[in-house]
């Protein structure tokens, strides 16, 4: 589920649901070619220098909740697991938050190039359906 934001909410950047029909969501800078190759599937998370693959349960299992925050507050972090915690770099700034297919996707700007902090945390680490994903400098 989906928590409710306020704009006073500090570094909420926006949320979504979704039925991920391939299992995946893509978060990556928007100039990134990388196509994860060798990337089977069977891991949560599947990291490059400039984007990250998650792995979220598919829409035959239901819809995948996801909020993104511009915050590196550990107070945001889900309970069940961190998936990912380290850096993803951007030429502009600029990110997008996708699945394959692009029934859903979100624009996420930052306005600093370079590395930012990255962290997603979810409901559960094999096949999340609730995902928090924060971005920072």
Known sequence: MVAE????????????RVFAQ?????FRDVQSVDTHEGY??????HARPDSVYLKVRTSVDGPVSVEVFEDESEDLALDGAVLFDGTISSGYGEFVLHDPDNWISMKVITDSPGEARFRVSADDERL??????QIWY
């Not at 934001?5 to 979504?16: I, K, L, N, T």
């Open 128 to 133: 999340p359906s609730e995902l928090r994903l």
């Open 40 to 45: 089977h599937g069977r891991v949560p998370v």
């Open 22 to 26: 391939h299992g995946l969501l893509i």
């Open 5 to 16: 934001h306020s704009a006073e909410d500090d570094g909420f950047v926006g949320s979504f």
